[in-house]
Structures are given as structure tokens and as C-alpha cells.
């Protein structure tokens, strides 16, 4: 059974970067065809997907974030790690990291979840 953990701080002030960290476990992130995505939901929205590393280190971002986000990975600690940078309060959100199956047929697939970590950004 595959599960995923995020972590990181509840608290992160605007202008700064958020850092969040997805530890996985029951399966290496570095298995052919996994991808690994990050996906936000901000109060009275719906799921955002911000992007993901691919088993072979890949990554992919929403264009919409794509100048502000990163994602990277330890393969020793099987885990992959989002940045977002120049956060201000509209990046307020449950963050949830999650399996993808995606297929060119099928699209996004996402068929584990971690349980999220909520990331408010005040000053």
C-alpha cells in the first residue's frame, strides 16, 4: 500500500518561499511510470494541479505557476519537494501531494493521496 506524507510549515509569510515535503513509502518514487504531482485547494475552490517530477526526474508545471514553482526529489529518502516562491495570501491552500498514472489517453490519474497540510500565507 502506497502512502504519501506531507510536511512542512502551516505558516509562511508573504514574499517568501513555501517549502513543502512529500515522504513516500510502499513504493519508490524512481518506478517506471509514476508520476508524482503536487495539487492545492484554496478556501471556496476547487483542486489545482501545480505540477509534478516524473520517475526519471522530469518535471512539468501548470503554466499559470511555472515562473514561481519548483519541484525537486531525494531518491534516498524517496521523497520530492515543492517550492513556490513570492507567495502572497491568493497562495493559501490545503497542499496535497499524490500519485499520478497519467497515460497520453487517460490524463491526470490520481490514485493516491496524502491527507494534506494546510499553508496560510500572513504576515
Known amino acids: 500500500q502506497v502512502q504519501l506524507q506531507e510536511s512542512g510549515p502551516g505558516l509562511v509569510k508573504p514574499s517568501q518561499t513555501l517549502s513543502l515535503t512529500c515522504t513516500v513509502s510502499?513504493?519508490?518514487?524512481?518506478?517506471?511510470?509514476?508520476?508524482w504531482s503536487w495539487i492545492r485547494q484554496s478556501p471556496g475552490k476547487g483542486l489545482e494541479w501545480i505540477g509534478y517530477?516524473?520517475?526519471?526526474?522530469?518535471?512539468y508545471y501548470s503554466p499559470s505557476l511555472k515562473s514561481r514553482t519548483s519541484i525537486s526529489r531525494d531518491t534516498s529518502k524517496n521523497q520530492f519537494i515543492l517550492q513556490l516562491s513570492s507567495v502572497t495570501p491568493e497562495d493559501t491552500a490545503v497542499y496535497y501531494c499524490?500519485?499520478?498514472?497519467?497515460?497520453?489517453?487517460?490524463?491526470?490519474?490520481?490514485?493516491?493521496w496524502g491527507q494534506g497540510t494546510q499553508v496560510t500565507v500572513s504576515s
Open positions: 499524490a500519485r499520478d498514472q497519467r497515460t497520453v489517453e487517460t490524463g491526470a490519474n490520481f490514485d493516491y
Open positions: 510502499g513504493g519508490s518514487i524512481t518506478t517506471n511510470y509514476y508520476f
Open positions: 517530477i516524473d520517475y526519471s526526474g522530469t518535471t
